[in-house]
C-alpha cells in the first residue's frame, strides 16, 4: 500500500485551538524514540502523544509516513491528562485500559495471545509482559505537551487519520481489520457469566 503523507498545513491557522494542534504535530512528527528512551524522558503533564512503527509490522494498514525517518509510519494518536501515567500504567502495562494494547492483541492473533474476564477482557499476565516487550521491540513514540489534549487529538485524529484509532475518526478512515482485531479480542475470552 502506498504511504500516506501528512496533509499539507493550512496557510493560515485561524484559532488558538488549531495553532495548539500545529504545534503539537510539529513535535509529533519529530524524529520517534524507542520505548526505553520514551519512558525516561515523559513528563507528568498532558498532551498528545503518537505511536509509530515500521511498514513491515501491518503491513495491511496504511499510515502517514514520519518525516524525518521515513522508515516508520504513524499507528496510533491518543491523549492523556498525564503523559507519563497514560504511557507507563496504561499502554505498556495493562490491556484493561489500554485500547491501544487490546488493538495490538487482537491483530497479534496469530501470535497466540491469551485473554481471560475479569471485569472485562484482559491479557493473562504472562502475555501482558509478552506484548510490553513486543511493544518496546517494535513501536517508537513521540508526544507533545498540551493543557488542553481533547481538541488538539480530536483535531489530528481527524487530520491524520491514524489506521488504529477508530473514535474519532471520519467513517471512510476506519479500516476494517482494526475494526475486526478489536471484535477478535473481545470475543476471545469466550462467554463469561454475566458479561454481554
Not at 519529530?30 to 528512551?37: F, I, N, Q, R, Y
Not at 516487550?133 to 513514540?141: G, I, K, S
Amino acid at each position: 500500500m502506498a504511504p500516506v503523507n501528512a496533509p499539507e498545513t493550512p496557510p493560515e491557522v485561524a484559532s488558538p485551538a488549531l495553532a495548539r494542534a500545529e504545534a503539537a504535530l510539529r513535535l509529533l512528527s519529530g524524529v520517534p524514540v524507542a520505548v526505553d528512551v520514551a519512558v525516561k524522558q515523559l513528563g507528568r503533564g498532558s498532551g498528545v502523544y503518537a505511536w509509530w512503527a515500521a511498514p513491515s509490522v501491518f503491513p495491511e494498514l496504511p499510515g502517514m509516513v514520519n518525516q524525518h525517518v521515513p522508515s516508520l509510519r504513524l499507528l496510533y494518536l491518543g491523549r492523556a491528562t498525564t503523559l507519563r501515567g497514560r504511557i507507563l500504567r496504561n499502554h505498556l502495562r495493562r490491556s484493561g485500559s489500554s485500547t491501544l494494547r487490546r488493538t495490538l492483541a487482537g491483530l497479534l492473533v496469530s501470535e497466540g495471545y491469551r485473554t481471560t474476564w475479569t471485569d472485562r477482557v484482559v491479557l493473562v499476565p504472562e502475555d501482558e509482559a509478552r506484548l510490553t516487550a513486543w511493544m518496546h521491540a517494535n513501536l517508537r513514540l513521540t508526544w507533545a505537551q498540551d493543557a488542553e489534549p481533547n481538541s488538539v487529538e480530536a483535531t489530528l485524529v481527524r487530520r491524520l487519520h491514524p489506521p488504529l484509532n477508530v473514535s474519532g475518526v471520519d467513517p471512510e478512515h476506519v479500516q476494517p481489520a482494526v475494526v475486526a482485531a478489536k471484535a477478535r479480542y473481545n470475543d476471545s475470552a469466550g462467554p463469561a457469566e454475566g458479561h454481554s
